[in-house]
């Protein structure tokens, strides 16, 4: 079973729906004591980080993840899930949860034909394997949606990336925990399989 952490994220409808497409068994929940004894979670999440994290500290969300990831429960992180795993992120000038070490930055693109949000499907290149990327080739697009982008403090930690006036990190991980700025549950055949893999691991 997967839990998904309830927030008041905008996409847990298109990610449970994306997990029923797929047979997998999920739940939602906001309580922080289901997260803490998940036997997976999946951290999804639209929004603004500032706001997310507000939310996540009142609901005691925030602690639970620490321990969850403390303790080697395995946890996909999608969009804002991906950047406020971070230790700081510029939008709206928030601390993250520090599960990982680095910041979320705003998108700075010279080239005045590249609009921010970066909005629609984009190219993602792995640059060290994982299992929850194995499937991927060359040439495969994802769908996303965001200002801000994660940036690890250790370039290890960097599994894949994608190029919008210059590269940058769309996929990061630590052990049991991985993020991916892109969205999975809306991303078709290969976005799916992302889910699959997870599911597997």
């Excluded at 809306?186 to 889910?195: D, I, W």
Aim: glycine share 10%; charged share 20%.
């Amino acid at each position: 079973m997967i839990t998904l952490v309830d927030y008041k994220a905008g996409n847990l409808t298109s990610v449970r729906r994306a997990l029923d497409h797929l047979g997998i068994p999920c739940q939602i929940s906001a309580d922080p004591d289901v997260v803490r004894r998940a036997e997976k979670l999946i951290f999804p999440g639209v929004g603004a980080a500032g706001a997310a994290m507000a939310v996540l500290r009142e609901r005691g969300l925030d602690a639970a993840l620490k321990e969850a990831f403390k303790t080697g429960i395995p946890i996909l992180g999608i969009c804002i899930g991906c950047q406020i795993i971070l230790t700081h992120s510029e939008e709206d000038d928030a601390d993250g949860l520090d599960l990982l070490p680095g910041n979320t930055v705003r998108f700075r693109v010279d080239d005045p034909a590249l609009k921010i949000p970066h909005m629609g499907w984009n190219g993602v290149t792995v640059t060290r394997p994982h299992p929850l990327l194995s499937h991927l080739r060359p040439g495969d697009e994802f769908y996303f949606v965001h200002s801000f982008y994660p940036q690890p403090a250790d370039a290890a930690q960097i599994y894949a990336v994608s190029d919008y006036g210059g590269q940058f990190p769309v996929a990061i991980g630590k052990d049991n925990l991985f993020a991916v700025q892109f969205h999975a549950e809306k991303s078709g055949t290969v976005g799916l399989k992302v889910l699959e893999n997870f599911r597997k691991w």
